[in-house]
């Protein structure tokens, strides 16, 4: 490897149109709308999703808009027999993949009190271990059929910062953050681009039905906290158009808003006052955990907007 291809590497997928696109989670949230997204670009999808039904709609919408799903099916990643299955038949039916975009996840958040082992098994199962069998599936054909490509793994600002009640959640996205920064070097050689896209605040539907363990919803200061969210949450094609960005430039790290960039360069920048602010925001939550608690032990969801609890 010359001095030239340390410093510089080729856009892999420089644009969408005509390339064949795999996403996961499509049915809703920022999946469903990178998928549209891509599909007016271009692209040729293979879309999955946990849920059927939300499934079968979300390809007639595109097919119906001009759009083009080649092969769409509906299963559970974190089942690794299930997504070997069905990488066996998008290569017969479609071939192999132009980029991979990992967008399905779930979320479980409370303090370690709280959260039960099933919570902690079915973020690394969903989160970390779904795109890990995605990778196993998809990826090497890539490499085998040497014309480049790009992976995207969604992670999420709690795969940057420590946010207060994401134990599980972020150790399931530190996790894919870790496995994208290797990949990133790995599959290099290959002409194969890597993307990490970490969301903060995006708002989708499921904001509004969010449990949290052990907290009221109904409880006015959680009220007040989730409307606060809205006001500063982006929208799923916001979201979306930052993922698309981030492939046709080969950009690493995809933000989806300015304050997670902000926040992660303050954190490596000035690591005292960032350890202050982490403090204080969970002393604001252990507040507002004690006055709103419920004692229930129930909550698995997805505040990014992109696939279900299996």
């Given at each position: 490897?010359?001095?030239?291809?340390?410093?510089?590497?080729?856009?892999?997928?420089?644009?969408?149109?005509?390339?064949?696109v795999?996403?996961?989670?499509?049915?809703?949230g920022?999946?469903?709308?990178?998928?549209?997204?891509?599909?007016?670009?271009?692209?040729?999808?293979?879309?999955?999703?946990?849920?059927?039904?939300?499934?079968?709609?979300?390809?007639?919408?595109?097919?119906?808009?001009?759009?083009?799903?080649?092969?769409?099916?509906?299963g559970?990643?974190?089942?690794?027999?299930?997504?070997?299955?069905?990488a066996?038949q998008?290569?017969?039916?479609v071939?192999?993949?132009?980029?991979?975009?990992?967008?399905?996840?779930?979320?479980?958040?409370?303090?370690?009190?709280?959260?039960?082992?099933?919570?902690?098994?079915?973020?690394?199962d969903?989160?970390?271990?779904?795109?890990?069998?995605?990778?196993?599936?998809?990826?090497?054909?890539?490499?085998?059929?040497?014309?480049?490509?790009?992976?995207?793994?969604?992670s999420?600002a709690?795969?940057?910062?420590?946010?207060?009640?994401?134990?599980?959640?972020?150790?399931?996205?530190?996790?894919?953050?870790?496995?994208?920064?290797?990949?990133?070097f790995?599959?290099r050689?290959?002409?194969?681009?890597?993307?990490?896209?970490?969301?903060?605040?995006?708002?989708?539907?499921?904001?509004?039905?969010?449990?949290?363990?052990?907290v009221?919803?109904?409880d006015?200061?959680?009220?007040?906290?989730?409307?606060?969210?809205?006001?500063?949450?982006?929208?799923?094609?916001?979201?979306?158009q930052?993922?698309?960005?981030?492939?046709?430039?080969?950009?690493?790290?995809?933000?989806?808003?300015?304050?997670?960039?902000?926040?992660?360069?303050?954190?490596?920048?000035?690591?005292?006052?960032?350890?202050?602010?982490?403090?204080?925001?969970?002393?604001?939550?252990?507040?507002?955990?004690?006055?709103?608690?419920?004692?229930?032990?129930?909550?698995?969801?997805?505040?990014?907007?992109s696939?279900?609890?299996?």
């Amino acid at each position: 490897m010359g001095i030239k291809d340390l410093l510089v590497m080729k856009t892999p997928v420089p644009s969408l149109d005509g390339r064949t696109v795999l996403i996961t989670g499509a049915a809703s949230g920022i999946g469903r709308a990178t998928a549209e997204a891509a599909a007016r670009e271009g692209a040729q999808l293979v879309l999955t999703d946990l849920h059927a039904d939300a499934l079968d709609e979300v390809v007639a919408a595109i097919n119906d808009s001009g759009g083009e799903v080649g092969y769409h099916q509906a299963g559970d990643i974190s089942d690794f027999e299930w997504v070997a299955a069905f990488a066996r038949q998008v290569d017969a039916e479609v071939g192999v993949m132009d980029v991979v975009m990992n967008i399905a996840g779930v979320s479980a958040w409370g303090t370690v009190d709280k959260l039960e082992h099933r919570h902690w098994r079915t973020m690394v199962d969903v989160n970390l271990m779904g795109p890990i069998h995605v990778i196993e599936s998809f990826v090497p054909q890539m490499i085998r059929r040497g014309d480049g490509g790009h992976l995207v793994n969604v992670s999420s600002a709690a795969g940057l910062l420590a946010l207060p009640w994401h134990a599980a959640y972020s150790a399931s996205k530190f996790g894919v953050r870790g496995v994208s920064e290797v990949l990133r070097f790995d599959l290099r050689r290959h002409g194969i681009g890597v993307s990490l896209v970490c969301p903060g605040g995006v708002d989708t539907p499921l904001v509004d039905t969010v449990d949290i363990v052990g907290v009221d919803r109904d409880d006015p200061r959680v009220k007040a906290q989730v409307a606060n969210f809205h006001k500063v949450a982006v929208s799923p094609e916001k979201a979306a158009q930052a993922i698309l960005a981030g492939v046709r430039h080969n950009r690493f790290l995809v933000y989806t808003s300015f304050d997670v960039r902000f926040g992660y360069w303050w954190a490596r920048k000035f690591a005292l006052p960032y350890e202050i602010v982490m403090r204080v925001a969970n002393d604001r939550f252990d507040r507002l955990a004690r006055f709103s608690s419920t004692g229930s032990s129930v909550h698995t969801t997805t505040p990014d907007g992109s696939d279900a609890t299996p």
